[in-house]
């Protein structure tokens, strides 16, 4: 990955075929057009479930899982899982290639 920030991300589009509000994406929701794609930082599958986790309303994690469910909305892509070694301290990240899945250093490490 040529960009160490990337990594840090989340990007989604809007493919519902019209215009429509997200409550769910940043702090206060956001309208986006049809086929319309932001970049949000952060993990938002990861960030959503652990309001709900920590007590907090459960709603914003509902309506991320029925856009998903009902298409109106697709994630292009979100941070990979980062592993970490304990026998030698070191983290690496996974990695799909040409589809074979594999292990990379991050780039922002």
């Known amino acids: 990955m040529a960009d160490a920030t990337a990594e840090l991300y989340t990007t ?3 493919t519902s075929g019209s215009a429509r509000v997200f409550g769910f994406l940043g702090p ?3 309208r986006l057009a049809a086929g ?3 970049t949000l930082a952060g993990d938002l599958v990861a960030s959503l479930g652990a309001q ?3 007590g907090g309303a459960r ?3 509902d309506a991320l ?3 998903l469910g009902s298409g109106s909305l697709v994630i292009r892509s979100r941070p990979a899982p980062i592993l970490y070694d304990a026998t030698d301290s070191s983290a690496q990240m996974l990695e799909l290639d040409d ?3 594999g292990v990379v250093d991050p780039e922002y490490a």
């Open 65 to 67: 899982e029925r856009s």
């Open 99 to 101: 589809s074979t899945l």
């Open 59 to 61: 709603r914003k994690f």
């Open 28 to 30: 206060r929701g956001m």
């Open 36 to 38: 319309e794609v932001v």
């Open 52 to 54: 709900v986790q920590k």
């Open 12 to 14: 989604v589009e809007n």
